[in-house]
C-alpha cells in the first residue's frame, strides 16, 4: 500500500511520463481511500493550468494577437 | 504575399512580457535584460523567417529560451564551484519534504481544499502571488520548474540542459510541485477561499 508521501511522488512523476500500470492502480487505490490526496492531485492539475496560463507560458495566452 | 512583414515596434511590444519570462529562469536582473535583448535582435535579424502561423509571442519566447539556456550555461562554467554550495541547498530541501510528511508517510498538515481555484486564474494579483512563489524556490527547483511547466521542454531536454539524471529531475520536480502547493495555499488561497 501506498503512503501519502509515495503517492504524491507518482502524481508528480505522471505529469511528466506515463506511469507504469502497477502504479497507475496503486496510485487509484490510494486515491480511493484518501481524501487529502485526491485533493493533492487537483492541486497539481492546477498548478500546471496555472503554469501554461502564465503571461508566456507555453499554452500562453496569447496577448499579441491584436 | 502570404508573409507579412514584421516591424520592430511590433516585436518591442513583447519585451516586457519577455522581461517576466526571463526573470522566472534568471535571478540576476542585468543577465535577465541581456538574454531578453539578446532575443529581441536575433528575432529582428530573424523577422523573415517568422511564418505568422505560430502566435508572435510563442517564437519570441522560443527565441528567447534559447538564449536563457545559454546564459544558465554560461553562469554554470562561471561558477563551476558553486555546484557544492548547490549540493547543500538542495540537501536542506529534502529536509523540507521530510517535515510535510510523518515517518510513516502520511501528510503532516493535509492539503486543505480549495474552492473555485480556476477563478483565481482570471485575476492578475493571482500571477503576481504564483510569481512569488516560483521565485521562492531553490534556484535548480526553479530552473527545472520553469522550463518543464512555463517554457513547455520534456523532462528528457531539460536532463540534457541542466546535466542531471532522471531520478534528480524527479526529485526536483516533486519538491518543487509540493513547495509551490504549499506557497500558493498561503499566499492566496488561504484568503480566498
Given at each position: ?44 492539475g492546477f498548478i500546471r493550468r496555472a503554469a501554461r ?14 | ?78 561558477m563551476a564551484a558553486a555546484d557544492a554550495g548547490l ?60 522550463l518543464r511547466e512555463i517554457g513547455g521542454l520534456e ?39
Amino acid at each position: 500500500m501506498l503512503s501519502c508521501k509515495d503517492t504524491s511522488e507518482l502524481v508528480s512523476r505522471s505529469l511528466d511520463e506515463e506511469l507504469s500500470w502497477r502504479q497507475r492502480i496503486a496510485v487509484r487505490l490510494h486515491l480511493l481511500i484518501c481524501g487529502a490526496c485526491r485533493r493533492f492531485v487537483a492541486q497539481m492539475g492546477f498548478i500546471r493550468r496555472a503554469a501554461r496560463r502564465y503571461p508566456g507560458g507555453a499554452g500562453g495566452r496569447d496577448q499579441g494577437s491584436r | 504575399m502570404q508573409k507579412r512583414s514584421l516591424e520592430a515596434g511590433e516585436i518591442a511590444e513583447h519585451r516586457p512580457a519577455l522581461l517576466r519570462y526571463a526573470r522566472l529562469h534568471l535571478r540576476d536582473a542585468a543577465a535577465a535584460e541581456d538574454a531578453v535583448q539578446e532575443a529581441l535582435v536575433a528575432a529582428l535579424q530573424a523577422a523573415d523567417s517568422f511564418n505568422g502561423e505560430s502566435a508572435l509571442q510563442t517564437w519570441l519566447i522560443s527565441i528567447l529560451r534559447r538564449k536563457l539556456v545559454d546564459h544558465m550555461r554560461r553562469g554554470r562554467r562561471e561558477m563551476a564551484a558553486a555546484d557544492a554550495g548547490l549540493d547543500t541547498a538542495e540537501g536542506e530541501e529534502s529536509g523540507f519534504i521530510n517535515r510535510l510528511f510523518e515517518s510513516n508517510g502520511h501528510w503532516a498538515t493535509p492539503p486543505a481544499a480549495w474552492t473555485n481555484p480556476d477563478a483565481a486564474l482570471e485575476q492578475a494579483e493571482f500571477y503576481a502571488a504564483f510569481e512569488e512563489c516560483v521565485r521562492g524556490l531553490p534556484e535548480r527547483t526553479a530552473e527545472a520548474f520553469v522550463l518543464r511547466e512555463i517554457g513547455g521542454l520534456e523532462a528528457g531536454e531539460i536532463c540534457k540542459e541542466l546535466a542531471i539524471s532522471a531520478s534528480n529531475y524527479w526529485v526536483l520536480m516533486h519538491r518543487a510541485r509540493l513547495r509551490l502547493r504549499e506557497c500558493l495555499q498561503k499566499r492566496w488561497f488561504a484568503s480566498h477561499t
